[in-house]
């Protein structure tokens, strides 16, 4: 992969935010940094940093790699608007 300034700009954010917010502490020169990095993003519940996951993960050719977790139905098979409580779905 060849890194270029934008891939390492998004890279330096990104190690930035993830040790901020997760205490989780990438070097650039790890050879797993971006895996590692991906990973983390997975974890977050910062929208800003899984933008930035998103946008590594297109930059360096692993799309495959950041796939976010589902979100929760809103909506079961009848129409009727579903919430998630204490790990139950619950009818709303």
Do not use: W
């Amino acid at each position: 992969m060849e890194f270029n300034k934008s891939v390492l700009d998004c890279m330096q954010q990104l190690r930035r935010r993830l040790r901020d917010e997760q205490h989780v502490d990438i070097r650039l020169s790890q050879p797993d940094a971006i895996q590692a990095m991906l990973t983390a993003c997975l974890c977050s519940g910062d929208e800003i940093t899984r933008d930035l996951g998103r946008q590594l993960a297109t930059h360096s050719d692993m799309p495959a790699l950041f796939t976010p977790p589902p979100t929760p139905a809103t909506a079961d098979r009848n129409g009727h608007s579903v919430r998630i409580y204490r790990g139950q779905r619950v009818l709303g």
